[in-house]
C-alpha cells in the first residue's frame, strides 16, 4: 500500500490525477455540474440520442416489462426477447448475417479477441498459433484483448501500409489476425480499411475492424465504415461495434456471420460468465436508436454540418486543429500544462472540453478533443470558439 500512496501523491503533484466532473443532470450538449450550466464538447453521444425523449419512454416501459436486470448469464436464463430483438436489430442495419451483444463495448474486445484467437483450448480448434498485427493507435481494449489471448503481437506505425504489408509478408505461412479501429478516438482520423482489406486478402489474414467511433457517423446513413469506403459486408472478417457512442445506450457487439456468432456464444468468456447482461431499459434503447437512425439518416448529416462548422470558425481563428472528417477535433496545445491550463479556463467560461495528454496521447502532443453532437446548435459552436479564444488571450 505503501506504493500505491506515492504513486497517487506523484500523481496529484504533477496533475496526471484527472479532474473528473460530476454531473446532476442528462449529458444533452447544455449540462449542469455542481449547479452550473456548462456547454458539453466530449460526449460520444454524438447523435444527441441518449436523452431523446421517444427513447426514454421505451426504455421506461421496457422497466415495466422486465424489470431493471435479468441477473443471469445469458446462457442461464439471462436471455430476453430483447436482446434477440437487438441483434437482428443491428444485424438488419449492417446488412449481415447476425451479431452477438455483449454489456460493453470493452468486454466485446476482451472476449472476442480471445475467443478467435484460442478458440475453445479444450478441443484444441486452433492447433496452429495466431499473429496479431496491431494498429499503433489502437484503443486500449483492443490491445488488452491482444494480451490477454496470449498470442504474439506485432504493432505496426499507424496507417502505414508498406510497413503491414511487409510483416504480413514476412509471416506468410502461419495463422494471422489483423487489428485496426476504423476512426481513431485521439485524431478523430479514419483507417484506410479498402487497402487494409486487400492486404488481408492477399496474405491469407484475417480482419477485425473496431466501429466504435465510426458506427451512427461515417457512411451517407450512419451504416459505418463500411458504407463510407462502399465496400461490402464480406470485406471484413469480425466488425465490431459499441452501443455506448452514437446508439446512445450502453453495450457492445460483434457483427458477421452465422458461424462466427454461434462460435463466439459458446467461447466469449465475457459473454458467457457475465451474470446481468445488458439490462432491459439500455436494450430497447439500443434497438430503438438503431430504428431511429435508420428511419432519419438526416441526423448523420446535421453531426457532420455541426463539425464543418466547428473547423471552419477554429481555422479562422488561427487555431492548430488535426484535419478529420468525423465528429472529434482535436484542438492542439502540444504544451501539457498550457493544456490543463486551457482546459480550466474553458470551464470558467461554462465550457466542457478536457485536455487529452499523455499517456492518452504522446508526451508533447497534448490537445483539448473537441466532440460534436448532432444537437449542438450553431450558436452553441460559437460560444466554443469565442471561449477558446479568450482562453488563448490569457494562457498568451
Not at 489476425?177 to 487497402?195: K, R
Not at 439490462?279 to 430504428?291: L, N
Request: aromatic fraction near 6%; glycine fraction near 6%.
Amino acid at each position: 500500500m505503501k506504493e500505491i500512496k506515492a504513486t497517487v501523491k506523484v500523481f496529484r503533484e504533477k496533475r496526471l490525477y484527472p479532474r473528473i466532473h460530476t454531473l446532476s443532470s442528462a449529458a444533452d450538449p447544455e449540462i449542469i455540474i455542481e449547479g452550473k450550466k456548462v456547454l458539453l464538447f466530449c460526449s460520444n453521444d454524438y447523435l444527441g440520442l441518449a436523452n431523446h425523449p421517444l427513447i426514454k419512454q421505451r426504455a421506461k416501459e421496457a422497466i415495466d416489462n422486465y424489470g431493471v436486470s435479468t441477473c443471469a448469464s445469458r446462457l442461464i436464463s439471462g436471455n430476453t426477447d430483447l436482446h434477440n430483438r437487438l441483434e437482428k436489430a443491428i444485424a438488419d442495419f449492417l446488412s449481415c448475417q447476425d451479431a452477438v451483444a455483449f454489456n460493453c463495448g470493452y468486454m466485446t474486445n476482451l472476449g472476442a479477441i480471445s475467443a478467435v484467437i484460442n478458440g475453445i483450448n479444450t478441443f484444441s480448434i486452433f492447433p496452429q498459433k495466431t499473429l496479431i498485427i496491431s494498429e499503433e493507435l489502437n484503443h486500449a481494449s483492443i490491445i488488452d484483448g491482444c494480451k490477454l489471448s496470449g498470442s504474439k503481437v506485432i504493432v505496426y506505425p499507424h496507417k502505414d501500409m508498406k510497413s503491414l504489408e511487409k510483416i504480413l509478408k514476412k509471416h506468410k505461412k502461419i495463422r494471422k489476425l489483423v487489428v485496426t479501429d476504423a476512426v481513431f478516438s485521439m485524431d478523430g482520423d479514419i483507417a484506410p480499411i479498402p487497402e487494409i482489406a486487400a492486404l488481408v486478402k492477399k496474405y491469407n489474414a484475417f480482419l477485425m475492424v473496431d466501429e466504435a467511433h465510426s458506427i451512427g457517423v461515417l457512411g451517407e446513413t450512419g451504416r459505418g465504415v463500411l458504407e463510407h469506403f462502399k465496400l461490402s459486408f464480406e470485406s471484413v472478417d469480425i466488425l465490431m461495434g459499441t452501443l455506448s457512442k452514437a446508439i446512445g445506450s450502453i453495450g457492445g457487439y460483434i457483427a458477421g456471420t452465422r458461424e462466427l456468432t454461434d462460435f463466439l456464444r459458446v467461447t466469449a468468456r465475457p459473454y458467457i460468465f457475465t451474470a446481468s447482461p445488458l439490462p432491459p431499459p439500455s436494450t430497447i434503447a439500443a434497438i430503438s436508436a438503431i430504428e431511429f437512425i435508420r428511419d432519419n439518416p438526416s441526423i448523420v448529416e446535421s453531426s457532420r454540418k455541426n463539425a464543418r462548422h466547428l473547423r471552419e470558425k477554429l481555422r479562422a481563428n488561427k487555431f492548430d486543429i488535426l484535419e478529420t472528417e468525423t465528429p472529434i477535433i482535436p484542438l492542439m496545445i502540444y504544451d501539457e500544462q498550457k493544456a490543463i491550463r486551457f482546459s480550466d479556463i474553458l470551464f470558467e467560461n461554462g465550457i466542457l472540453a478536457p485536455c487529452v495528454r499523455w499517456p492518452a496521447v504522446p508526451k508533447g502532443k497534448a490537445r483539448i478533443r473537441c466532440v460534436i453532437m448532432a444537437n449542438h446548435s450553431l450558436e452553441q459552436l460559437d460560444r466554443l470558439v469565442e471561449a477558446c479564444v479568450i482562453t488563448r488571450k490569457a494562457i498568451g
